[in-house]
């Protein structure tokens, strides 16, 4: 059974930085395309960053030049750096597969950029 455990969330100041990580267990990770979201309170959950098997990347728009996804195929992670954090960045942040598969959610990882 695969499981997406995220981790690395926490409290921050405005323009502060945060590295999320994203431990998959199971032999999906290394074949799979694997994405970033984030849901905020009261807001549909949106795909922040993508990354396909062999390193591509895709941002959405409200990230560019901020956040950097990266993965470790050796150890089955995928990483999400956050720089210059923002309040509107304050949501949970999940990791799934691409394309999503309901089963792949995990608890997520609470994300808060506040002074």
């Known amino acids: 059974q695969v499981q997406l455990v995220e981790s690395g969330g926490g409290l921050v100041q405005p323009g502060g930085s945060l590295r999320l990580s994203c431990a998959a267990s199971g032999s999906i990770f290394s074949i799979n395309a694997m994405g970033w979201f984030r849901q905020a309170q009261g807001k549909e959950r949106e795909l922040v960053a993508g990354?396909?098997?062999?390193?591509?990347?895709n941002y959405a728009d409200s990230v560019k030049g901020r956040f950097t996804i990266s993965r470790d195929n050796r150890k089955n992670t995928v990483f999400l750096q956050m720089n210059s954090l923002k309040p509107e960045d304050t949501a949970v942040y999940y990791c799934?597969?691409?394309?999503?598969?309901?089963?792949?959610w995990g608890q997520g990882t609470q994300v808060t950029v506040s002074s």
């Open positions: 990354i396909s098997s062999g390193g591509s990347t």
């Open positions: 799934n597969v691409i394309p999503v598969l309901r089963a792949y």
